[in-house]
């Protein structure tokens, strides 16, 4: 016997397989549209294979500041500096140039090397990366030791009644001012990399070279002569020394701070 299918069920079990097929194409185009986002955070305080195949040390962890002590001193400051969410950070205590805990020296001294880190200034921040630090009782880091300066530029310039060339980011701190640059604005972070290899210094800034000279160079020794280190004999003369930060009563951090042997 033939079976009889009733039109209305055919007309019903059509419609809902379009449904069906309209819900899945919905689905689809949604999922098409709007894929799923995924934010990666910035690794930080570590080292890549690559950077360690390439003799990369690293200074700072984001836990511990072992590598570092107090400028004149056998340990760490007990305060002015801290670590704040992975970043080493000197407080802003308002003493200017006197500093609150002081300016920090590495343990280890460098001759020939490439020295890598990230920095951030607050609003007036005032700071600078030194290198070839000699320590001297009562003689102030900055007597001895060139200096890439860290500043917050764009107010500085605003404000200050004196002549900021050679006194901003990236410069050689009194002598060499910037031949080009790359700055991001207070609150953002930016790169700092200094190289020296025979006398021969580079200041690096975000990719971009700022500043190219050569220690005991004449012109050179013509620039310190006319500079605020004419009077200190042990300027930059130095082939291994410290790397200091420095303290100058300003809220600065740094990260991702490393150091490479030439």
């Known amino acids: 016997m033939k079976k009889v299918i009733r039109s209305g069920s055919?007309?019903?079990?059509?419609?809902?397989?379009?449904?069906?097929?309209?819900?899945?194409?919905?689905?689809?185009?949604?999922?098409e549209a709007e894929p799923a986002v995924q934010i990666e955070k910035p690794v930080i305080n570590t080292l890549t294979e690559e950077d360690q195949s390439a003799g990369w040390e690293l200074l700072f962890d984001g836990k511990t500041t072992n590598k570092w002590r107090g400028y004149n001193n056998d340990s760490f400051p007990e305060?002015?500096?801290?670590?704040?969410?992975?970043?080493?950070?000197?407080?802003h205590s308002g003493a200017g140039e006197e500093g609150f805990g002081g300016d920090i020296i590495t343990i280890d001294t460098f001759?020939?090397?490439?020295?890598?880190?990230?920095?951030?200034?607050?609003?007036?921040?005032?700071?600078?990366?030194?290198?070839?630090?000699?320590?001297?009782?009562?003689?102030?880091?900055?007597?001895?030791?060139?200096?890439?300066?860290?500043?917050?530029?764009?107010?500085?310039?605003?404000?200050?009644?004196?002549?900021?060339?050679?006194?901003?980011?990236?410069?050689?701190?009194?002598?060499?001012?910037?031949?080009?640059?790359?700055?991001?604005?207070?609150?953002?972070?930016?790169?700092?990399?200094?190289?020296?290899?025979?006398?021969?210094?580079?200041?690096?800034?975000?990719?971009?070279?700022?500043?190219?000279?050569?220690?005991?160079?004449?012109?050179?020794?013509?620039?310190?002569?006319?500079?605020k280190f004419k009077d200190y004999p042990d300027y930059g003369r130095v082939k291994s020394g410290h790397i200091g930060l420095q303290d100058h009563g300003h809220l600065i951090m740094f990260r991702n701070i490393k150091i490479r042997k030439l």
């Open 10 to 31: 055919v007309i019903l079990a059509i419609f809902l397989f379009l449904i069906s097929c309209g819900r899945q194409s919905k689905q689809n185009n949604q999922q």
């Open 79 to 91: 305060k002015g500096w801290h670590i704040r969410n992975g970043n080493l950070a000197v407080e």
């Open 111 to 227: 001759e020939n090397f490439e020295f890598s880190l990230e920095f951030m200034v607050s609003k007036e921040g005032n700071s600078g990366i030194l290198y070839r630090v000699v320590e001297k009782e009562g003689v102030p880091i900055w007597h001895n030791a060139p200096e890439y300066q860290i500043l917050d530029d764009e107010t500085y310039i605003e404000i200050s009644e004196m002549d900021m060339n050679t006194h901003l980011t990236g410069d050689n701190y009194d002598l060499h001012s910037s031949m080009e640059k790359k700055l991001n604005p207070e609150g953002e972070w930016n790169h700092a990399l200094i190289k020296i290899n025979n006398n021969h210094v580079e200041h690096w800034l975000n990719g971009v070279k700022t500043v190219e000279y050569k220690i005991e160079s004449p012109e050179w020794e013509t620039l310190v002569e006319k500079s």
